[in-house]
C-alpha cells in the first residue's frame, strides 16, 4: 500500500474550492463568461494573499450558475478526491452559491449534489457528506439564511453546520443567533479559527458558538491553558497544513504546529482545505507530513480513525467506513 492508496477520511474540503481550474475554465466558455484573470499561463488559479485568494475563489464560482452545473462539480470534484485514496469526505458548502440563499433554490441545488454524490459513491467508492457553511464576511444577517437552509435540509447528505470565510470579519459571538439556529436543529457545529487569529479567536469561537470542531486551530499552540481546555472539551482540530504553508500562515512546513498539537494531546485531523488553490492533495499532505516529521503508518492509521470518530456522518456509515479503513492482511 502506498501513501495514494492509503484509505483516508478527509473533513475540512471546500466544496467549489476543490473545483479542478479546468473544470472552472471549461463551463466559463460555455456560458461566455470572462475569469480569465483568474487563470495564471499554465491554467492553474492565480492569487496572492488571502484577501486575493477569496476574490479568485468567488470569481471561480461565477460559472456554478444552476443544480446542472452542480451536479458535474460533484462529479468533477469526487473523480479528484478519489484518487488520492479518500474513503470519506465532509465538504463545505454554502446555499450564498447555491441559489443565493434562497431555501426553495438551496433544495434543488441539494438535490442535484446529493445524485451526483451517491453515483460517486456507486462508482468511484467515496462516500460524501455536506456541511452547510455560512460566509463570515458577508455578514451575520446572511448567515442566518445559511443557518435556516440548514435546519431545513438536514438529513442523509447535510450532516452538519460551520462558517468559513474571512476569520477577521466580526467576532465569533456576532453569528451566535446562526449557530443555535443549527444546534436546535440537531446539527453539529464547526467553525473556522486561528488561522489567522490568535488563540483567542479559537477560545471565543469554542464559547460562544459550542462548536465540536475547528476548522484549522493552529494558533491555538500558543495559549497552554487553552490547549488544555481543546485536549479536555474534546475539541477535533481539522488541520491543513499544506493550504497554512501556501497562504503565509506558517513560514513553511518545518514551523508547521501540527506536531506540537498532537504532542499536547490535542485530536487532530488533516485536510487538503481548498486542493488545487493550494497545489495539494491528500497524498501530497501525506507525503510532507512523512518527509517533514517523519509520520509512518501508524501515525497516519491515527489521523484517519480521529476523524472518522469526529465525523458527522450517521453511526451506519461509521461503520461502512471502518470497514474500508482496517488493514488488508
Known sequence: MTLQTMPKVELHLHFEGAAPPKF???????????????????????YQGFEEFLNTYEAACTPLQSPQDFYRLTLAVLEETAKHGVVYAETFVSPDFCGGG????????????????????????????????????????????????????????????GMAGAEMAGRPKDYAYSFDMAREAGLPLTCHAGEWGGADMVSDTIRDLGVSRIGHGINAVHDPNLLTEIVEKGIVLEVCPG????????????????????DAGVQITVSTDDPPFFHTTMTYEYDMLAKTFGWGADDFAVLNQTALRAAYCDDATRTKIAKKLEPTP
Open 102 to 161: 434562497d431555501l426553495g433554490a438551496w433544495r434543488e441545488y441539494l438535490d442535484a449534489i446529493s445524485r451526483a454524490a451517491h453515483e460517486a459513491e456507486r462508482d468511484l467508492g467515496i462516500t460524501l457528506r455536506g456541511i452547510i457553511t455560512a460566509i463570515r464576511h458577508f455578514g451575520p444577517e446572511q448567515a442566518k439564511t445559511a443557518a435556516r437552509c440548514a435546519a431545513e435540509t438536514k438529513g442523509d447528505f447535510i450532516v452538519g453546520f
Open 243 to 262: 493550504s497554512n504553508v501556501v497562504l503565509g500562515a506558517v513560514p513553511d512546513w518545518t514551523s508547521h504546529p501540527i506536531e506540537k498539537l498532537r
Open 24 to 46: 472552472i475554465a471549461g463551463l466559463a466558455r460555455e456560458k461566455n463568461i470572462d475569469i480569465a484573470k483568474i487563470f495564471d499561463e499554465n491554467g492553474d488559479y492565480a
